[in-house]
């Protein structure tokens, strides 16, 4: 009996050192765990663009339409991507266009969840071609409900982290009806989250005009951001013909000033003095430029306005197409009023308004002043294969110490 004791505190002793030693293991797993999911998520901080550290966006539109095939280098440089379009039926229905179009999303959302960075995958709900389809639809609650229903089955079979609603716009007669659509979508996603259990909210974005004209016809705005998280406002083509009053004029794609109160700094101010909710607006860059043949008028004054007259027809060009297509951007001129890039060839009178480099660079020290939710790009698939464009806005420095309703604008209301 007395030979046992030393063999068991013997034991004992060994036990202890396997039990201190197992606890040490343990302790270093778990603080080896603890880091690696700070430094997973330090790298997921890192691969999104730096707006994102205080909730501002780089959203990119991909389109069904264009060649080039989305690439990875592309979609770490945005927040979110939104693929366009999942098109409307006169019965209610959404759905992809064709074979080709569904093939194009499959791929742009394969390929951004397998990055694993954080970035947002949208689907983007009707376009240009099929937007007079939304007024017999929102005015008829059996229709609407409809469309609601398909809009949340695509989300859900995708799994996708939201829906942007593209009516190319709600006038007078449907502003209270398309307040309906985006509320009850809005009460169906929130039904969606609780059944899903899902932790973070589905997102739901809208596009808004620039004219204030039909920003006030068709939209009731404050009402709209009770439901829809951010507005992404077409910022560009403010002398199309096919939306502005002004006939036969000729000017920048997308002026910051100048054009007869016809520009950014106008729309911006409208939208951001109405909601009071400057970080939940987000201004439209467009990667083609316009161009019109035959203008008249000289643009040599940079002290004046260059919106010119010309009986023309509008032409557009693609940013990857510029050179192709015969257009030299070496020789781009700067207008300072409106801070904008053109090209002027004297010999066929003919002016192309265009983003480059530096004009992109003045629109982001603009959003970054007016505290602004960031930048919607029309669309990341016209960009050159070195992605000289994105490669300037994806970076933008667009966090300062306002707070997120700052509003630094001079509002008469």
Not at 370 to 396: C, R, Y
């Amino acid at each position: 009996m007395f030979s046992d004791r030393p063999r068991y505190s013997s034991d004992r002793n060994i036990l202890k050192r396997y039990l201190k030693t197992a606890l040490i293991v343990l302790s270093i797993l778990v603080i080896c765990g603890i880091v690696a999911l700070g430094l997973s998520n330090v790298t997921l901080l890192k691969t999104l663009p730096s707006a994102a550290s205080c909730g501002k966006r780089i959203v990119g539109y991909y389109t069904e339409w264009e060649a080039p095939e989305v690439t990875e280098n592309q979609l770490r440089k945005l927040t979110h991507v939104i693929f366009l379009f999942a098109a409307i039926y006169e019965d209610g229905s959404a759905r992809f266009w064709d074979e080709h179009g569904e093939s194009r999303f499959l791929t742009l959302k394969e390929m951004a969840k397998k990055l694993n960075t954080g970035l947002k995958v949208m689907i983007g709900v009707g376009g240009y071609m099929v937007s007079p389809r939304f007024g017999p639809i929102v005015s008829d609650s059996k229709l609407r409900k409809k469309l609601i229903s398909d809009i949340a089955s695509i989300i859900d079979e995708h799994d996708l982290d939201g829906v942007e609603i593209f009516w190319i716009f709600p006038g007078q007669t449907h502003k209270k009806y398309y307040l309906k659509l985006i509320r009850e979508l809005r009460e169906k996603l929130s039904q969606m989250e609780q059944i899903k259990n899902r932790a973070e909210a589905y997102i739901l974005s809208i596009v808004a005009p620039k004219f204030k004209v039909q920003l006030k016809n068709g939209y009731d705005l404050k009402r709209l951001l009770e439901y829809a998280d951010f507005i992404d406002v077409l910022t560009y083509d403010y002398f199309n013909k096919q939306y502005s009053s002004d006939r036969g004029v000729a000017g920048p794609t997308a002026p910051l000033y100048g054009g007869n109160g016809k520009n950014i700094e106008e729309t911006m101010k409208y939208l951001v003095c109405e909601t009071r909710e400057p970080t939940r607006i987000n201004m439209a860059i467009s990667f083609y430029g316009t161009f019109w043949h035959n203008v008249n008028g000289s643009l040599d004054d940079d002290s004046v306005d260059i919106w010119t007259p010309t009986e023309s027809n509008l032409h557009a060009v693609r940013w990857r197409e510029l050179e192709g297509d015969g257009w030299n951007k070496s020789s781009s001129l700067w207008h300072d009023k409106s801070k904008s890039s053109y090209i002027w060839i004297e010999e066929t009178k003919t002016f192309l308004g265009f983003e480059n480099e530096r004009s992109l660079e003045e629109k982001i020290k603009y959003a970054r002043d007016k505290n602004l939710g960031g930048f919607v790009i029309w669309a990341i698939d016209q960009d050159d294969d070195e992605n000289t464009l994105l490669n300037v806005l994806s970076p933008a420095s667009l966090c300062n110490e306002n707070d997120r309703r700052t509003v630094n604008y001079v509002c008469e209301n």
